[in-house]
């Protein structure tokens, strides 16, 4: 056999050459092969090898490693730990467990020597087998082996396993075969000595075939992970594409530290697709919610009143019968949660104030209040409620008119109205002359200034991209709207905009007096369809 190029698999070491590095060596071909190319390649390794107490000739590897270290002049560092004690303490296979203490005494080796990677000599026939495993066990993305993972490198992802051996025996090297690999009980071993020899015979290059979907895939899942990233806390999540939707769920939970598997994903995701309320408990008997479109890691906490209470009302949660006088008529309080999306359990938790044997105030997020309560508290309404009455007002001025009814107010820094507008673009035959850009050229006049950072934009309908952009020069600082525009908003109607960076992000609150502001514009185009 030609001897193989030693420069072939040193040149993607190269990049090490000089630095401190740490390389887990287990005695195998792969790792011994990583050890003597990191040394030809200039780099200073600091040998770690991890005794895992696994078989009984355990103990020599580790002690035919330290020889080999000895023999490279770099420097040595083992431990041993009982791993199978470990997986039955914390409740994880043997497998997991191993990788896990492994990886935790590489990091801590890696610290000792102030090294500036860790490196393992993965190659491609790993990569391969990692790939097959997920494909077998339905994973959703089959990125197999990350090449990178904070200070862990993979240099070698994409190297065969026999131009390793052949480097070896290039240069006299002799290393250690487990007895384990062999073990068919295992599944790598299985799937190395019975299923790729099968897979070979038929396809030559599955072994290249598979790394290369880990390759390919895992490109799909950084793209998607960056837009899962991206989505803000007011796009509605149920639009979402499910490949996004996943991702953004996994974040959330690996963000939190919450341990979970593909079913637990999956429940969720389906959730949030439809719209609807479902708790999953995540091993280690910890529970998640989705409801009203959103995803809580944590116990929702229901505020109570921030006010003081008037004569005859009582602070208590709800009891079989209540009922609640809204704008519509008397309502059940059991329907009002139910639509609200409250949790079922969470239902007695929801605090609420009751005069008599009528609720008057429910603490939902925003707070409920029935007709006339908010008067008799003495609490003044809601501005952002007044503001948006305001812009219905102008809406059904631009309705009277026969366009399209959207309307909207500037509140400016005291929470006065320094801006009035509604659309004209059919009176003006401007299809620009939209509500947002007539309310902001008002309330740029008012304030003599074009920059609106301290204001708020009130609009029924959700702003369109030529509105959203308006918004962002004038650095207005939060935009509220009504109703989602379905055919061209630019907060999620459609697309979310901000997803993006810009030099200028606004706060977002949506959905107030959406049914009010959706109603106006069903009506306003049922008239215009039958004139």
């Known amino acids: 056999m030609s001897r193989p190029p030693v420069s072939g698999l040193t040149l993607p070491l190269r990049v090490f050459g000089g630095q401190t590095v740490v390389v887990g060596v287990s005695g195998g071909a792969d790792s011994v092969g990583l050890l003597r190319a990191l040394v030809l390649a200039e780099a200073r390794p600091v040998v770690a090898h991890l005794d895992h107490a696994l078989r009984p000739e355990s103990g ?15 420097p040595f560092e083992t431990a041993r730990v009982d791993v199978a004690v470990v997986a039955a303490r914390r409740g994880w296979n043997v497998e997991d467990a191993a990788r896990r203490v492994r990886y ?28 097959l495993m997920g494909l077998l066990r339905g994973e959703a993305v089959l990125s197999g082996i990350p090449p990178v993972r904070g200070r862990v490198r993979r240099p070698w992802l994409n190297v065969p396993r026999d131009e390793v051996e052949a480097f070896l025996r290039s240069l006299g090297q002799e290393w250690r075969e487990d007895p384990s690999n062999a073990d068919p009980t295992r599944t790598r071993a299985w799937l190395r000595a019975e299923v790729m020899p099968v897979l070979t015979a038929r396809f030559p290059e599955a072994e290249a075939a598979l790394a290369r979907v880990a390759t390919l895939s895992g490109e799909d899942d950084e793209a998607l992970m960056a837009r899962a990233a991206r989505v803000t806390s007011h796009a509605p999540l149920h639009a979402q594409p499910p490949a996004v939707l996943r991702r953004y769920v996994v974040r959330a939970l690996a963000e939190a530290g919450l341990p979970y598997h593909a079913e637990h994903v999956s429940r969720l995701v389906d959730a949030l697709r439809q719209d609807t309320t479902a708790h999953v408990t995540l091993p280690g008997a910890r529970d998640v919610t989705v409801t009203g479109g959103r995803l809580h890691l944590e116990p929702q906490d229901w505020p109570g009143p921030t006010f003081p209470l008037p004569d005859g009302w009582t602070l208590r949660t709800r009891r079989d019968g209540d009922r609640i006088r809204l704008p519509g008529g008397t309502r059940k309080l059991s329907d009002v949660l139910t639509d609200a999306q409250v949790p079922r359990e969470d239902r007695d938790r929801v605090p609420l104030l009751a005069a008599g044997g009528e609720v008057q105030w429910v603490g939902l997020r925003p707070p409920l209040w029935a007709v006339g309560a908010r008067e008799a508290a003495g609490r003044p309404e809601d501005p952002w409620h007044v503001a948006m009455g305001q812009a219905l007002a102008l809406a059904q001025e631009a309705a009277a008119a026969r366009e399209v009814p959207v309307g909207a107010v500037v509140l400016g820094p005291d929470g006065s109205v320094i801006g009035r507008g509604r659309n004209t673009s059919r009176e003006a035959g401007d299809m620009t002359q939209h509500a947002e850009l007539a309310v902001l050229r008002e309330a740029a006049a008012t304030l003599a200034t074009p920059y609106l950072t301290d204001c708020t934009l009130v609009v029924t309908l959700e702003p369109c991209p030529m509105c959203l952009g308006a918004a962002i020069e004038a650095r207005v600082g939060a935009i509220v709207y009504g109703a989602r525009n379905p055919k061209a908003g630019a907060l999620g109607g459609v697309t979310d905009l901000l997803a993006h960076h810009w030099g200028h992000v606004p706060s977002i609150t949506g959905g107030v007096r959406e049914r009010e ?3 106006l514009l069903r009506e306003s185009f049922r008239a215009l369809r039958e004139r």
């Open 517 to 519: 502001a959706a109603r």
């Open 104 to 131: 935790e005494f590489l990091g801590r080796v890696a610290k000792r020597h102030r090294a500036e990677a860790i490196l393992t000599a993965h190659t491609r026939r790993d990569q391969a087998e990692t790939v």
């Open 60 to 74: 020599e590897d580790a002690a035919w490693v330290r020889q080999l270290a000895e023999a490279q002049g770099v």
